[in-house]
Nanobody
């Protein structure tokens, strides 16, 4: 079992920056990759970014590419989402998600089904 706890959300003006933090606890050595998703009111949950454990590969949804940076801390159990040049369209509840290792090594980073463990979410509100 893995527990994920997000922190660092809040309110910001357009153009400002915020950083989200996700800390994993429990049996974390089975985590292959960690992602951030977001869900705005009335919309479906959408993938934002992913980072693999042990290799530097990162992946981003097109609308955040070049503005957001996902990274893993030195303790391997902490993942950050640095959000720069925030836009009102970034307003959403942000969720941290972790996916276990797969024997076939086939990970669809943007698919909700890839991730087994989810945090409770952190609200990000961007005003114009």
């Amino acid at each position: 079992q893995v527990d994920l706890l997000e922190s660092g959300g809040g309110s910001a003006q357009a153009g400002a920056s915020l950083r989200l933090v996700c800390v994993a606890s429990g049996i974390t050595n089975n985590i292959a990759l960690t992602a951030w998703f977001r869900q705005a009111p009335g919309k479906e949950r959408e993938w934002v970014a992913s980072v693999f454990n042990g290799i530097p590969n990162t992946y981003y949804e097109e609308s955040v590419q070049g503005r957001f940076i996902i990274s893993r801390g030195t303790d391997k159990n902490t993942v950050y989402l640095q959000m720069n040049s925030l836009e009102p369209e970034d307003t959403a509840m942000y969720y941290c998600a972790a996916g276990p290792f797969r024997e076939d090594g086939d990970y669809t980073t943007a698919a909700i089904e890839t991730y087994t463990y989810w945090g409770q979410g952190a609200q990000v509100t961007v005003s114009s």
